[in-house]
C-alpha cells in the first residue's frame, strides 16, 4: 500500500507559506486524481489544489486556519484505494475487546495519538473511556498565542467529528476550530475571552458526559485544579454577572434580526455596560462574516464615554481589527460630516501590502513613448473573424502587447532579472504576468510561461485560458509563479495612461494605454510632412532604478515601439 503526501506547493518566487482554508475532503473520503482536495490562500491568490493521485484521504495533517511553509507535508494519501478503505476501520472492535478502558493518565501522556487514531478510523465517537485532548491550534510560523472568541458548544454538549467547537483570533486571522473527534465536549479549560499560548489545553472531548462535579464555562474549578488561574482571569472579565451595572438594559439575543451572531462574551459585555441591542447593531463588526469582536465593542465603549445608555448610540471608533472582511457602516463623524466606513476584503489587503512594500523596495522611475499602432489596428480587424473562426478563442490585443515585450527584453535582458542583495540575477527564461481584473475586488497577474518561445497563436491562446481561470478562480498555483516581466493593458478600461507599480521581485512593468484616434504629423516620402488620422498609444515603462538607469528605460521603449509600428497589416495570422 503506497503512502503520497501532500505538500503546501509553491505560489510564487517570493511566497514561502500558506494557509489551508479549507478542506474539500474529509479523512477516508475517496479522492479522484485532479481533483480539489483543499483551498489554501497567500499573500496573492486563493486556490483549490488538485489531488497529485488518486486514491483514499488517510490524514489530514495541516488543520483550516493552520499557516505553513512551503514543501510542508499537509496530508497523506493512500495510493491503493481498497486497502485503505478497509484499513480505516479496523480499530473500531477494539473497545469490544477490550472493555477496560487504560487509566486516564495514560492517554493524557499521549493526546497527539488518540487525536490521530480518531481522525484515521473516523469512529462515531472515541473509544469508551478514552479522551481527546484539544489545544490551541498553531495558526503560524510567527504566532505563538491566541485568543478564545467564542465556544460553539457547552459542555455535556453532543459534537460531531469536525464540527465547529470554537472561533479563535490571532493578530492575523479569526477562525473557527473544528472538532478533532467526535463525541460529548466534556471539559472547557479556556473561557471566552482568555490569550493562551500555542499548544495550551484548551477542552477535552470523550464518549461520555462528565460526571456532575465537572466545572462548566465561567464556574470555579476545585482549588489546585488545573483550571483555577484560568477561572481567576475570567473572573475579572466584564462577562461576570456581578459586574453588572444597575443601568443594565436587558439580556442581548444570540442573533439579531439581520442574522448577525454575537458571542456569549460579546453579549455579557453588553448587558453589564448597558449597551442595547440597537446599540450593537450599529457597530461595524471587524470579525468573521462581520460579528461584532470583545475588541469592537471595547472600542465603542471608550468612544462613547461616559453618554447614557439610553441615547442613539454615536458610531463606533474604527477598531485595531484583524484582517478580515467587514460589513459597511453609516454614521457620523465629529465634524457633524457624514460617513461610510467598508472594512477592505482580504484580496485589498493583500494588495496594498504588496504595493506598499514594492514602493519600498524598488526606486521606481517611470518612463513613456507614444506609439502609432495604426497596422496592429488594421492587422488585427483583418485577421479577427477568420482567426475566431479556426482557434476558438477572441483575438485581443494582449497577444501582441506581449510578444512586442519578448522581443524588447530579448534585447534588454536586465529588464528580464531580479535584485538579490548586491547582486543581479539575470533570467534566462521569459516569463510574462497579465494583469488580469476581477471585477473591482482587484488585479491577479498570472503568468505565461516561456513566453519567449510562443508564436502570436499560442500567446493568444495562453493569455485567453489565464483571464478566463483567474476570473473564475480556476488558476492552478504554478500558474501565478515565477514571471520576471509584467503587462497590464490600463487602456482597456479606458485610461491614457498610468504609472504601475513594480510586482516584486521583478524589476519592470509594462503598461498599455487606450488606443485612440487622432490627427498627427507623419512624414510622406512624395509630399513631405501630412497630417492625417492615425491610431495613437502611450505606453509607460516603471522600472528599479537601483539598476536600471533612463537611459536603459527609454532604449526599452524604443525596442518596443519599433516591434509595433513594424507590424505588417497584410500578414495572415497563423
Same mark, same amino acid.
Given at each position: 500500500?503506497?503512502?503520497?503526501?501532500?505538500?503546501?506547493?509553491?505560489?510564487?518566487?517570493?511566497?514561502?507559506?500558506?494557509?489551508?482554508?479549507?478542506?474539500?475532503?474529509?479523512?477516508?473520503?475517496?479522492?479522484?486524481?485532479?481533483?480539489?482536495?483543499?483551498?489554501?490562500?497567500?499573500?496573492?491568490?486563493?486556490?483549490?489544489?488538485?489531488?497529485?493521485?488518486?486514491?483514499?484521504?488517510?490524514?489530514?495533517?495541516?488543520?483550516?486556519?493552520?499557516?505553513?511553509?512551503?514543501?510542508?507535508?499537509?496530508?497523506?494519501?493512500?495510493?491503493?484505494?481498497?486497502?485503505?478503505?478497509?484499513?480505516?476501520?479496523?480499530?473500531?472492535?477494539?473497545?469490544?475487546?477490550?472493555?477496560?478502558?487504560?487509566?486516564?493518565?495514560?492517554?493524557?501522556?499521549?493526546?497527539?495519538?488518540?487525536?490521530?487514531?480518531?481522525?484515521?478510523?473516523?469512529?462515531?465517537?472515541?473509544?469508551?473511556?478514552?479522551?481527546?485532548?484539544?489545544?490551541?491550534?498553531?495558526?503560524?510560523?510567527?504566532?505563538?498565542?491566541?485568543?478564545?472568541?467564542?465556544?460553539?458548544?457547552?459542555?455535556?454538549?453532543?459534537?460531531?467529528?469536525?464540527?465547529?467547537?470554537?472561533?479563535?483570533?490571532?493578530?492575523?486571522?479569526?477562525?473557527?476550530?473544528?472538532?478533532?473527534?467526535?463525541?460529548?465536549?466534556?471539559?472547557?479549560?479556556?473561557?471566552?475571552?482568555?490569550?493562551?499560548?500555542?499548544?495550551?489545553?484548551?477542552?477535552?472531548? +470523550? @464518549?461520555?458526559? #462528565?460526571?456532575?462535579? !465537572?466545572? *462548566?464555562?465561567?464556574? &470555579? %474549578? /476545585?482549588?489546585? $485544579? =488545573?483550571?483555577?488561574?484560568?477561572?481567576?482571569?475570567?473572573?475579572?472579565?466584564?462577562?461576570?454577572?456581578?459586574?453588572?451595572?444597575?443601568?443594565?438594559?436587558?439580556?442581548?439575543?444570540?442573533?439579531?434580526?439581520?442574522?448577525?451572531?454575537?458571542?456569549?462574551?460579546?453579549?455579557?459585555?453588553?448587558?453589564?455596560?448597558?449597551?442595547?441591542?440597537?446599540?450593537?447593531?450599529?457597530?461595524?463588526?471587524?470579525?468573521?462574516?462581520?460579528?461584532?469582536?470583545?475588541?469592537?465593542?471595547?472600542?465603542?465603549?471608550?468612544?462613547? +464615554? @461616559?453618554?447614557? #445608555?439610553?441615547?442613539? !448610540?454615536? *458610531?463606533?471608533?474604527? &477598531? %485595531? /481589527?484583524?484582517? $478580515? =472582511?467587514?460589513?459597511?457602516?453609516?454614521?457620523?463623524?465629529?465634524?457633524?460630516?457624514?460617513?461610510?466606513?467598508?472594512?477592505?476584503?482580504?484580496?485589498?489587503?493583500?494588495?496594498?501590502?504588496?504595493?506598499?512594500?514594492?514602493?519600498?523596495?524598488?526606486?521606481?522611475?517611470?518612463?513613456?513613448?507614444?506609439?502609432?499602432?495604426?497596422?496592429?489596428?488594421?492587422?488585427?480587424?483583418?485577421?479577427?473573424?477568420?482567426?475566431?473562426?479556426?482557434?476558438?478563442?477572441?483575438?485581443?490585443?494582449?497577444?501582441?502587447?506581449?510578444?512586442?515585450?519578448?522581443? #524588447?527584453?530579448?534585447?534588454?535582458?536586465?529588464?528580464?532579472?531580479?535584485?538579490?542583495?548586491? $547582486?543581479?540575477?539575470?533570467?534566462?527564461?521569459?516569463?510574462?504576468?497579465?494583469?488580469?481584473?476581477?471585477?473591482?475586488?482587484?488585479?491577479?497577474?498570472?503568468?505565461?510561461?516561456?513566453?519567449?518561445?510562443?508564436?502570436?497563436?499560442?500567446?493568444?491562446?495562453?493569455?485567453?485560458?489565464?483571464?478566463?481561470?483567474?476570473?473564475?478562480?480556476?488558476?492552478?498555483?504554478?500558474?501565478?509563479?515565477?514571471?520576471?516581466?509584467?503587462?497590464?493593458?490600463?487602456?482597456?478600461?479606458?485610461?491614457?495612461?498610468?504609472?504601475?507599480?513594480?510586482?516584486?521581485?521583478?524589476?519592470?512593468?509594462?503598461?498599455?494605454?487606450?488606443?485612440?484616434?487622432?490627427?498627427?504629423?507623419?512624414?510622406?516620402?512624395?509630399?513631405?510632412?501630412?497630417?492625417?488620422?492615425?491610431?495613437?498609444?502611450?505606453?509607460?515603462?516603471?522600472?528599479?532604478?537601483?539598476?536600471?538607469?533612463?537611459?536603459?528605460?527609454?532604449?526599452?521603449?524604443?525596442?518596443?515601439?519599433?516591434?509595433?509600428?513594424?507590424?505588417?497589416?497584410?500578414?495572415?495570422?497563423?
Amino acid at each position: 500500500m503506497a503512502k503520497v503526501e501532500v505538500t503546501m506547493p509553491k505560489m510564487g518566487e517570493s511566497i514561502t507559506e500558506g494557509t489551508v482554508i479549507e478542506w474539500l475532503k474529509q479523512p477516508g473520503d475517496t479522492v479522484e486524481m485532479d481533483e480539489p482536495l483543499l483551498e489554501i490562500g497567500t499573500d496573492k491568490v486563493d486556490t483549490e489544489v488538485p489531488s497529485p493521485n488518486a486514491g483514499v484521504l488517510s490524514e489530514i495533517l495541516v488543520e483550516a486556519g493552520d499557516t505553513v511553509e512551503v514543501g510542508t507535508a499537509i496530508a497523506i494519501l493512500e495510493t491503493d484505494a481498497d486497502d485503505a478503505s478497509d484499513a480505516a476501520p479496523e480499530p473500531e472492535p477494539e473497545p469490544e475487546s477490550e472493555p477496560e478502558p487504560e487509566p486516564e493518565s495514560e492517554p493524557e501522556s499521549e493526546p497527539a495519538s488518540a487525536a490521530d487514531n480518531s481522525a484515521e478510523t473516523g469512529p462515531a465517537a472515541p473509544p469508551s473511556g478514552k479522551r481527546v485532548e484539544v489545544h490551541m491550534p498553531k495558526m503560524g510560523e510567527s504566532i505563538t498565542e491566541g485568543t478564545v472568541l467564542a465556544w460553539a458548544k457547552k459542555v455535556g454538549d453532543d459534537i460531531e467529528l469536525d464540527e465547529t467547537l470554537l472561533e479563535i483570533a490571532t493578530d492575523k486571522v479569526d477562525t473557527e476550530v473544528p472538532a478533532p473527534a467526535a463525541g460529548v465536549l466534556q471539559e472547557i479549560c479556556v473561557e471566552e475571552g482568555e490569550t493562551v499560548e500555542v499548544g495550551t489545553l484548551i477542552a477535552v472531548i +470523550g @464518549s461520555e458526559k #462528565a460526571p456532575d462535579s !465537572a466545572p *462548566a464555562p465561567g464556574s &470555579a %474549578p /476545585a482549588p489546585g $485544579s =488545573a483550571s483555577t488561574s484560568t477561572a481567576k482571569a475570567a473572573a475579572e472579565t466584564p462577562s461576570q454577572p456581578a459586574a453588572r451595572p444597575s443601568e443594565s438594559v436587558g439580556p442581548i439575543e444570540r442573533t439579531d434580526d439581520e442574522g448577525r451572531f454575537y458571542s456569549p462574551l460579546v453579549r455579557s459585555i453588553a448587558e453589564a455596560e448597558g449597551v442595547s441591542m440597537s446599540e450593537l447593531k450599529q457597530i461595524k463588526g471587524s470579525g468573521r462574516e462581520g460579528r461584532v469582536t470583545k475588541a469592537d465593542l471595547m472600542a465603542y465603549l471608550e468612544a462613547r +464615554g @461616559s453618554a447614557p #445608555a439610553a441615547k442613539e !448610540a454615536p *458610531a463606533a471608533k474604527e &477598531a %485595531p /481589527a484583524r484582517p $478580515s =472582511a467587514g460589513v459597511a457602516s453609516t454614521g457620523t463623524a465629529a465634524s457633524g460630516e457624514r460617513v461610510e466606513v467598508v472594512k477592505m476584503d482580504r484580496m485589498r489587503q493583500i494588495i496594498a501590502e504588496h504595493m506598499t512594500r514594492s514602493k519600498a523596495t524598488s526606486a521606481h522611475v517611470t518612463s513613456f513613448a507614444e506609439i502609432d499602432v495604426t497596422n496592429l489596428v488594421r492587422l488585427r480587424e483583418t485577421n479577427k473573424e477568420a482567426f475566431q473562426a479556426r482557434e476558438g478563442i477572441k483575438l485581443t490585443y494582449t497577444p501582441f502587447f506581449v510578444q512586442a515585450a519578448v522581443q #524588447a527584453l530579448k534585447d534588454h535582458p536586465i529588464l528580464n532579472s531580479s535584485v538579490d542583495g548586491d $547582486s543581479i540575477v539575470y533570467r534566462k527564461d521569459i516569463h510574462i504576468g497579465i494583469a488580469v481584473a476581477i471585477g473591482t475586488s482587484g488585479l491577479l497577474a498570472p503568468v505565461i510561461r516561456d513566453a519567449g518561445q510562443r508564436n502570436l497563436t499560442g500567446l493568444a491562446h495562453a493569455a485567453a485560458d489565464l483571464a478566463t481561470r483567474a476570473r473564475s478562480k480556476q488558476l492552478l498555483p504554478d500558474q501565478l509563479a515565477g514571471g520576471t516581466f509584467t503587462v497590464t493593458n490600463v487602456g482597456s478600461l479606458g485610461s491614457i495612461m498610468g504609472t504601475p507599480i513594480i510586482n516584486q521581485p521583478q524589476v519592470a512593468i509594462l503598461a498599455t494605454g487606450a488606443i485612440k484616434k487622432r490627427p498627427v504629423v507623419i512624414e510622406d516620402p512624395d509630399m513631405g510632412d501630412v497630417i492625417a488620422v492615425r491610431h495613437m498609444m502611450v505606453v509607460s515603462l516603471s522600472y528599479d532604478h537601483r539598476i536600471i538607469d533612463g537611459s536603459m528605460g527609454s532604449s526599452f521603449l524604443r525596442s518596443y515601439t519599433d516591434a509595433l509600428e513594424g507590424l505588417d497589416p497584410d500578414t495572415e495570422i497563423q
